[in-house]
């Protein structure tokens, strides 16, 4: 079973960095992109980039360019997910999502989501 | 890259069908047939129902569908049931190995 758990829930003072974690099990880690995708309070859904777990190789929306980082550590299947300089209107529930096949261009199974509150 | 237009909300009754729309440009919905619908309930993670622009995963219902004509995306949901009672989103491979989502519609089962 393909199976994506993320790390909890995070609270964190504007200008502040957030990382963020996904596990991955069942399936072998190098061989499907990892994507990052958020979703503020009552909104839609936004897609921030991908990590491809194999090479480490990134690509980010524009919008995310030099505050965001995507990492992976092969060695425990888990892709990381950095935003730095945090503003309010980053909080959001933060989501991991696998490849669902090999150029299918589409997202599945996703992780539980980790909510990441931006406070002073 | 802006968000694909999707309407807000759509409704029907049981057994009745829907079609929720989702409206990009030719750079995105209108260039790849790569349009992708998933499903969310409150405080869940979406779910992937149809991807490049028709085709089901497994375990996914048969009253599910989607199709595309020139920029815009369409789901459509037959017979429709309670359960179907949930957010829906569209996304779109947008070129250059990016991706947009649309704003999300929410469906409501009268």
Known sequence: QVLLV???AEVKKPGASVKVSCKASGYTFTGYYIHWVRQAPGQGVEWMGWINPNSG???YAQKFQGRVTMTRDR??????MELSRLRSDDTAVYYCARDYDILTNCFDPWGQGTLVTVSS | QSALTQPASVSGSPGQSITISCTGTSSDVGNYNLVSW???YPGNAPKLMIYEGSKRPSGVSHRFSGSKSGNTASLTISGLQAEDEADYYCSSYAGYSTYVFGAGTKVTVL
Not at chain 1, 75 to 80: E, M, N
């Open chain 1, 6 to 8: 993320q790390s909890g």
């Open chain 1, 57 to 59: 190789g990134t690509k």
């Open chain 1, 75 to 80: 060695s425990i299947s888990t892709a990381f």
């Open chain 2, 38 to 40: 998933y499903q969310q």
